[in-house]
């Protein structure tokens, strides 16, 4: 199972990114497909999640109304719509999954994910 991410880039604040993790083709099991990232100075951190259990999405506190993730059956991919980016955004964001059903989304833990994608880099200008 292979997942690359995509998309990441410089952006000004308020402005907008899209990033995709192109996924390998899904055998029909649920997964729990998440973003997280790294930001200078702190640990790992889940963002936000689609569950292919009936299509539900989770995010972190912070990105709520700003990010919006979704899933590209077409094109296998899961991107992750960031609108209204901020400088505390700015970090290595990675793309990762799990077989599992929702549960894995609402908590995001990064140590429950087997497959993980290389990381792109997000840099948000003030």
């Known amino acids: 199972f292979q997942l690359q991410a995509s998309g990441g880039g410089l952006v000004q604040s308020g402005g907008s990114l899209k990033l995709s993790c192109a996924t390998s083709?899904?055998?029909?099991?649920?997964?729990?497909i998440a973003w997280f990232r790294r930001v200078p100075g702190k640990e790992r951190e889940g963002v936000s999640c689609?569950?292919?259990?009936?299509?539900?999405?989770h995010y972190e506190d912070s990105v709520k109304g700003r990010f919006t993730i979704s899933r590209d059956n077409a094109k296998n991919t899961v991107d992750l719509q960031m609108n209204d980016p901020k400088p505390e955004d700015t970090g290595v964001y990675y793309c990762?999954?799990?077989?599992?059903?929702?549960?894995?989304?609402?908590?995001?833990?990064?140590?429950?994910?087997?497959?993980w994608g290389q990381g792109t880099l997000v840099t948000v200008s003030s």
């Open positions: 990762a999954a799990t077989r599992g059903g929702d549960w894995y989304c609402r908590f995001m833990r990064d140590y429950e994910y087997e497959y």
């Open positions: 689609f569950s292919t259990a009936g299509s539900s999405t």
């Open positions: 083709t899904l055998k029909p099991d649920s997964y729990a």
